[in-house]
C-alpha cells in the first residue's frame, strides 16, 4: 500500500510536496481505511485541480520514478526539471516513495540531477515509531554506502562487501535495482534480504496509466472471464450483450504496428515474465503475469503458459445479436475508458495500487461516480488503493469521500505546483463542498482573464 510520494525539481513542481494518504481522524467510513502496524492508510484519493495546475505531472513523477528504477538514468528525459527556475538545472531533483508491505512502512527514494542523468543520492529505509533503520544508504559524490549487515550472514559478507565497493560512486543505475538482478544465491542464502525483493516487485506491479497509455500493467483484466467482464459492463449500461475472447497469433497482434511499438512489446513481454522470474507456479499457466493492450484499435489480453506468450484478441457484440462483433475502436470513447477502467474493480490481487490520470475523461458524470463508488464498496472488503486525478466536481460529496481522501493541486505565484489536502479546511461532515470548491475557495479551480474587449473599451475609441 501507498503510504506517501515525494518530489520535488521535477516538471511543474519546485520545492519537494508530497501527497500523504496516512488517514486523519475521520470518523466516517472508517471500513475503507487499512490498518498497517502503527497506523491507518487511506484506500482512495482524488487530486483536482485547474488545467495545466501540475495534477497528471504530480503523475507522470511516479512514472518517472519507475523509468529510471527498471530502465536506467540514460533512457529517461533529462530536460523534467523545474524549468521556470534556471538555476534548478544544476540542482538535484527528489524523489521517494513510502510503501506499506506486511505490516511495516519502508522509504525507498533517490536524489538525480535530471539534466546530466545521474543519481547522486539513494536510500533505502525502514521506518519506524520510535528509530529508523537505514537498510541500505549511498551518495555517490562523496562515494559513501552503507548497508545493513545483520540482514545477510557471514559467509555472504565478502560477497556483499563487493558488490557494495562496485557500486558506491554508480551514477548510471540505482543500487536496488542491481541488487535484486542475477543474485538468486545470494538471496537464498540469506532469507533477510527478501525485503529488496519484495520492495522492487511493488514498484512492477504498481499500475500507472495515462489518457494515452496503450500498455497497461493491469494484469488481471487480461486473465478475467468473459462473464466477469460482461457483468461488469452492463453494470455500466454499455448496451453490451456478449464478450468474446479469440486467441490469436503474435503476427496477427501485431500486425500494421510501427517498429517503435514492436520494441515496447518486446520490452512489455520480457518485463512481465523475465527468463529469472520465480512467480512460475507448478501448473503451466502464471497467474501472476499479463498485461492488455490496444494495438491499432484492438484490444489484446496477454497471458503467459509454459512461459511463453499467448494473445488474445477482445471483441463486443450488441443488443444480443450474435454474430455481429465490435472491435475495441468501434465502441465509443466512453466504453474503452471504461474497459481501462474495470480492471481496477475486476483486481483480485491483494494489495493492488492503481493510479490512473483523468478518470474522469469521455466518461458521463454520473458512470464516474457510480465507477468510483463502486471501487469504494470494494475497498471496504479488501486491501486495494487507487489514487486518481478529475475534475468532476460532483464527486466533491461529503456523502461519498471522507474529507482526508481529497487533495487539490494549484500554481503558486511562480508558476509552481503547491499540492494540499483538503481536510486542513476542517469542514465538517455535512458540508456542501461542490459550490464553495467552484465558486474558488478551496483553491485548485481556474481563474481567468477577459478575452474580448469590453463595451466600454469599445465606446471609449
Known amino acids: 500500500m501507498l503510504v506517501r510520494f515525494t518530489v520535488g525539481n521535477f516538471l511543474s513542481f519546485n520545492k519537494n510536496q508530497t501527497l500523504s494518504l496516512i488517514a486523519g481522524p475521520v470518523q ?13 492508510l487511506l484506500k482512495f484519493g482524488a487530486l483536482y485541480g485547474a488545467n495545466a495546475a501540475g495534477k497528471s505531472n504530480f503523475i507522470k513523477a511516479m512514472k518517472y520514478f519507475s523509468a529510471v528504477l527498471f530502465l536506467g538514468p540514460e533512457k529517461v528525459p533529462n530536460d523534467s526539471y523545474f524549468k521556470l527556475d534556471p538555476s534548478n538545472k544544476e540542482k ?42 537505514e537498510l541500505f544508504t549511498r551518495n555517490t559524490v562523496t562515494k559513501q554506502i552503507i548497508f545493513d549487515n545483520s540482514l545477510i550472514k557471514k559467509d555472504s559478507a565478502e560477497r556483499m562487501n563487493v558488490y557494495l565497493t562496485d557500486y558506491k560512486a554508480v551514477q548510471n543505475g540505482l543500487f536496488l535495482s542491481n541488487l535484486v538482478t542475477n543474485k538468486e544465491d545470494l538471496y537464498t542464502e540469506n532469507p533477510d534480504m527478501q525485503i529488496f ?28 472471464k468473459s462473464s466477469q467482464m460482461l457483468e461488469a459492463l452492463k453494470s455500466f449500461a454499455t448496451g ?50 499479463g498485461f492488455k493492450m490496444n494495438v491499432n484499435g484492438q484490444l489484446i489480453f496477454v497471458t ?31 466504453t474503452q475508458r471504461l474497459l481501462d477502467l474495470l480492471s481496477v474493480i475486476l483486481s483480485t490481487k491483494e494489495n493492488s495500487v492503481f493510479v490512473i490520470d483523468e478518470i474522469d475523461r469521455s466518461l458521463h458524470s454520473q458512470l464516474t461516480i457510480h465507477f468510483i463508488k463502486t471501487f469504494l ?8 488503493q487507487l489514487i486518481v486525478s478529475t475534475h468532476e466536481s460532483h464527486l466533491l460529496d461529503l456523502d461519498i469521500l471522507r474529507q482526508d481522501e481529497i487533495f487539490f493541486v494549484e500554481k503558486g505565484k511562480m508558476g509552481e505546483s503547491v499540492l494540499y489536502p ?15 470548491y467552484l465558486d474558488g475557495r478551496y483553491g485548485g479551480v481556474p481563474l481567468f482573464d477577459t478575452f474580448f474587449p469590453s463595451d466600454d473599451a469599445s465606446e471609449t475609441e
Request: proline share 4%; with cysteine; charged share 35%.
Open 28 to 40: 466516517r467510513y472508517k471500513d475503507r481505511v487499512y490498518q498497517a502496524d502503527d497506523m491507518k
Open 92 to 133: 538535484n531533483s527528489y524523489f521517494e516513495f513510502e510503501i506499506c508491505i506486511d505490516g511495516k512502512i519502508y522509504a525507498y527514494g533517490f536524489e538525480m540531477q535530471i539534466a546530466l542523468r545521474q543519481i547522486t543520492e539513494e536510500w533505502f529505509i525502514e521506518l519506524g515509531k520510535d528509530r529508523n533503520r
Open 197 to 224: 525483493k519484495k520492495i522492487y516487485e511493488w514498484f512492477r506491479s504498481l499500475n500507472i496509466s495515462f489518457p494515452e497509455t496503450s500498455i497497461t500493467g493491469y494484469d488481471c483484466l487480461s486473465k478475467a
Open 377 to 384: 464498496r470494494i475497498a471496504e472488503k479488501r486491501n486495494i
Open 304 to 334: 503467459y503458459k509454459d512461459r511463453k506468450p499467448v494473445f488474445t484478441e477482445v471483441t463486443f457484440e450488441h443488443n444480443n445479436i450474435p454474430g455481429v462483433a465490435f472491435s475495441l475502436a468501434e465502441e465509443s470513447d466512453g
Open 422 to 436: 483538503f481536510d486542513r479546511f476542517k469542514e465538517r461532515f455535512d458540508k456542501k463542498i461542490e459550490k464553495p
Open 240 to 289: 453490451i450483450s456478449n464478450v468474446i475472447q479469440t486467441e490469436i497469433t503474435k503476427e496477427q497482434a501485431l500486425d500494421k504496428t510501427s517498429g517503435r511499438f514492436r520494441t515496447e512489446i518486446e520490452e512489455e513481454l520480457q518485463r512481465h515474465c523475465p527468463p529469472d522470474c520465480e512467480r512460475v507456479p507448478s501448473e503451466s499457466e502464471c497467474k501472476d503475469c
